[in-house]
T-cell receptor, first 112, second 111 residues
Framework: EAGVAQSPRYKIIEKRQSVAFWCNPI?????LYWYQQILGQGPKLLIQ????????DSQLPKDRFSAERLKGVDSTLKIQPAKLEDSAVYLC??????????FGPGTRLLVL | KQEVTQIPAALSVPEGENLVLNCSFT??????LQWFRQDPGKGLTSLLL?????REQTSGRLNASLDKSSGRSTLYIAASQPGDSATYLC??????????FGSGTKLNVKP
């Protein structure tokens, strides 16, 4: 069974630039999550999708972050414009509803 | 708001020792609790998931317990090995379908 795929693995940008991350969940997993993990901290949930509908985006900074999940499969997370404090690892995970989450390798973002 | 705390933040033990990692949460209204392992530069790997109605789960040398009423979970690792060195995170799924992670315990097992 293929795992959760994410790309790119690393990204370096300057502040005020835009960036996008892509996630492909495990086949058949209806629930998809995006997390932000700052160094030394646990992951913080940014947004949760059930199929292509948003279940929870209460911690997503909507003035600069956006996410979509077209056709209930792949998802993209975008930051525009980026700030220095957005430097973090962005993790994507998927699950069957309310069950074990499976994580991708993450995208490490550095904003200069 | 649910808060998840993991103590200690870091732990160093000699190989072969049995050890316990702790996780506490402030709101007992949870659906399940999950323990993860994270290696440097990698994503999270699920180790054990305990449903709210369960008291413990076991997988190999790992045993996780859950005491929902006191807001505590422990991860017991038997006969630790250098390959167990990683950061261990616990996460709770609240009854409102929200996930909350602790900040992790960084484990170093010395050969």
């Amino acid at each position: 069974e293929a795992g959760v795929a994410q790309s790119p693995r690393y990204k370096i940008i300057e502040k005020r630039q835009s960036v996008a991350f892509w996630c492909n969940p495990i086949s058949g997993h209806a629930t998809l999550y995006w997390y932000q993990q700052i160094l030394g901290q646990g992951p913080k949930l940014l947004i949760q999708f059930q199929n292509n509908g948003v279940v929870d985006d209460s911690q997503l900074p909507k003035d600069r972050f956006s996410a979509e999940r077209l056709k209930g499969v792949d998802s993209t997370l975008k930051i525009q414009p980026a700030k220095l404090e957005d430097s973090a690892v962005y993790l994507c995970a998927s699950s069957l509803r309310w069950q074990t989450q499976y994580f991708g390798p993450g995208t490490r973002l550095l904003v200069l | 708001k649910q808060e998840v705390t993991q103590i200690p933040a870091a732990l160093s033990v000699p190989e072969g020792e049995n050890l316990v990692l702790n996780c506490s949460f402030t709101d007992s209204a949870i659906y399940n609790l999950q323990w993860f392992r994270q290696d440097p530069g990698k994503g999270l790997t699920s180790l054990l998931l305990i449903q709210s109605s369960q008291r413990e789960q076991t997988s190999g040398r790992l045993n996780a317990s859950l005491d929902k009423s006191s807001g505590r979970s422990t991860l017991y690792i038997a006969a630790s090995q250098p390959g167990d060195s990683a950061t261990y995170l616990c996460a709770v799924l609240s009854n409102f379908n929200k996930f909350y992670f602790g900040s992790g315990t960084k484990l170093n097992v010395k050969p």
